[in-house]
């Protein structure tokens, strides 16, 4: 069973940078699509951003687009999300999730939750304006 753990959360003023982070444990991380969603208060989970399992294919929410990036790090066991120009719109918990796959492109499939089938438990991005 595959165990995710994000980290990196925390307060950060509008136009600033944040970097979360998320470990993988017990499973076949190097072989696994990965994703970020996120959820405000009173809000959906949304998707944020996915790769694939070499990170040479990504895709981003219109939202985040330009001003995340995400990123892994196959012998490290870890996803990155690498947000700047941050906003108070982008306050909300943070998730990682992940699904096995071998595909070689992540598609608008990878948006929906019912992608992934592990999940982490989520970190706090409280951005104040």
């Known amino acids: 069973q595959v165990q995710l753990v994000e980290s990196g959360g925390g307060l950060v003023q509008a136009g600033g940078s944040l970097r979360l982070f998320c470990a993988a444990s017990g499973g076949t991380f190097s072989s696994s699509a990965m994703g970020w969603f996120r959820q405000a208060p009173g809000k959906e989970r949304e998707f944020v951003a996915a790769s694939n399992y070499s990170g040479g294919s990504t895709d981003y929410a219109d939202s985040v687009s330009g001003r995340f990036a995400i990123s892994r790090d196959n012998a490290k066991n870890t996803v990155y999300l690498h947000m700047s120009s941050l906003k108070p719109d982008d306050t909300a918990v943070y998730y990682c999730?992940?699904?096995?796959?071998?595909?070689?492109?992540?598609?608008?499939?990878?948006?929906?939750?019912?992608?992934?089938?592990?999940w982490g438990q989520g970190t706090q991005v409280t951005v104040s304006s």
């Open positions: 999730a992940g699904r096995r796959s071998a595909s070689a492109y992540v598609g608008t499939g990878y948006r929906s939750r019912q992608a992934y089938d592990y």
